[in-house]
C-alpha cells in the first residue's frame, strides 16, 4: 500500500478528502499527505455523505467545504443519482466538524441540543454533526 512521503513506513490511514484527492495520515510521525486526483475513485462513502447533506439543504459550496470534493464533482453525483430535494421550510441544518472531546463537551451543554434533531457521523479523523434548528419566525 502507501508509504509516508515523510519518514517512509506503511502506517498510513485515509483521513478525509481535500481538493478531490485523498489525503492519508501517517500515524508513525503525523504527517498528512495527498495522492493524485482520484477522479471516479472517490469512496463511495464520500459521495453518500455529500448526497446526505445536499438532501439535509447544504448548498454545493457548503458541501465543497466540508468535504473537500468540487461542487462539480457533486453536481455531478446529484444527476447521476437523479436526487430531488423536498422543500426545507420549518428546519434548517447546521454542522459542526468536531474532535471526540469537542464533541462530548458540545453534547454536555443541554442548550446545544435541546428542541433539535441530531446526527452525528464519523468524518475522517473527527465527527461532524448535524443538527435541525427551527427558523426563527
Ligand atoms: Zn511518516
Known amino acids: 500500500m502507501k508509504s509516508c ?7 498510513v490511514v485515509k483521513s478525509g478528502i481535500i481538493n478531490d484527492k485523498q489525503r492519508f495520515l501517517c500515524k508513525d510521525c503525523n504527517y498528512y499527505f495527498t495522492v493524485k486526483k482520484l477522479g471516479k475513485q472517490i469512496d463511495d462513502y464520500y459521495v453518500t455523505k455529500a448526497l446526505q447533506l445536499y438532501l439535509e439543504g447544504l448548498s454545493f459550496r457548503e458541501i465543497e467545504r466540508i468535504i473537500g470534493v468540487s461542487h462539480v464533482t457533486i453536481s455531478s453525483w446529484i444527476k447521476k443519482y437523479n436526487i430531488t430535494r423536498p422543500p426545507h421550510s420549518d428546519f434548517h441544518p447546521v454542522y459542526k466538524i468536531l474532535k ?3 464533541l462530548i463537551e458540545y453534547l454536555s451543554q443541554e442548550n446545544n441540543i435541546k428542541n433539535s434533531g441530531l446526527i452525528i457521523t464519523e468524518f475522517a479523523d473527527k465527527y461532524m454533526l448535524i443538527k435541525w434548528e427551527r427558523f426563527k419566525k
Do not use: F, H, S
Open 100 to 102: 471526540q472531546n469537542e
Open 5 to 11: 512521503p515523510k519518514c517512509n513506513q506503511n502506517n
